[in-house]
């Protein structure tokens, strides 16, 4: 049974920093790429950041490239997403999902996390 289980979510002040994690299991995701999502309420999922297992494809939405960092661990299979300089609009819960594709599509990722939220308090 596959399993993608967020942590490391809750509130910060505008400026501050958080680090998520997902932790995979289930099956081998080698082949696959890890992507982290966001949602608000009556706004539909929205791509942040994706990361390949076997490394050299690195992507981010625009709203966060420079802000946050997709990371993995190989042993732990864990990806990571750290958050800086976090803003009241980055304000949602943050899901972890698996695609086999390089894909900012949430359509083409086939396993989800349970999200996780994230409050950004102005």
């Known amino acids: 049974q596959v399993q993608l289980v967020e942590s490391g979510g809750g509130t910060v002040q505008a400026g501050g920093s958080l680090r998520l994690s997902c932790a995979a299991s289930g099956r081998t995701f080698s082949s696959y790429a890890m992507g982290w999502f966001r949602q608000v309420p009556g706004k539909e999922r929205e791509f942040v950041a994706a990361i390949r297992w076997s490394g050299g494809s690195i992507f981010y939405a625009d709203s966060v490239k420079g802000r946050f960092t997709i990371s993995r661990d190989n042993a732990k299979i864990t990806v990571y997403l750290q958050m800086n300089s976090l803003k009241p609009e980055d304000t949602a819960v943050y899901y972890c999902?698996?695609?086999?594709?390089?894909?900012?599509?949430?359509?083409?990722?086939?396993?989800w996390g349970q999200g996780t939220q994230v409050t950004v308090s102005s």
């Open positions: 999902a698996a695609s086999p594709y390089n894909s900012r599509w949430s359509s083409e990722y086939d396993y």
